[in-house]
């Protein structure tokens, strides 16, 4: 179902562009949304490449969650709407993306604080749980079957997926933690509220992506505020925590 955008207004004859019909209102909150990760993708490499504080992994990292908005953008905006195979390459883009950037941002703490023989055991698992993940998203949304995961009957659930992924942030907040000690105070004094947004991240990803309670509350459109949010707290700590340590990258 198209909507025809006119030059003149709405009665005009001459018509110039057309447009998907219009969104519903939990798409269109997630879609507009999506922007936040994007923007705050964007964001973070610029200020990594002006400042020159941080290593290059860390650069990569913000890369990922640039690719993150596009993807998750893609979905809301253009998969969901459309629905068959457009909806199934934009969900597998959306959590393929998803899963890069967490292991990314692992990769890059493994990196920073773990010694070489441990950290290359650590990459492995990580590698084999992230690619797991993806493989079994891609074989549900081409071939059909159940996402998996955990549910609950009153509030939502969390596919397999979205289980690595919270893995993924449980290590990288864990990792910081147990380092806590390599960090300088003003980094390390930032990490509660680290914790606090990774782990209120998959309490909103749960109800299911059309729910919205007391007519704004979006969880699934406030689950990519609150990913951008930690992107940008996880930015502000590794510039503190470079910048007052002084080491040569």
Known sequence: MLRDAAIFGRDANVRILTFPAPLSAWSLASAVTSFAMLGAGFALVLMTRLTGTQPRHWCRAYVASVFVGIATLGLHALGEPAGGRSLA?????????????????????????????????AVLSFAVLNAVALAHVTAERLFGGSAGGIRSASFGSLTWSQLALVVDYAAAVALFVNARDRIPMRSRALLPLLGLAAATGPVLAMPDGERIDALVVAYHAIWHLVGAFLMLLIWIVNELRFSDSGADH
Do not use: C, E, M, Y
């Not at 597998?92 to 920073?112: E, H, K, P, S, Y």
């Open 89 to 121: 390459f934009w969900s597998i883009a959306d959590t393929g993306t998803n899963l890069v950037l967490a292991f990314a941002v692992v990769l890059a703490l493994l990196r920073d604080f773990v010694a070489p023989v441990a950290r290359r055991r």
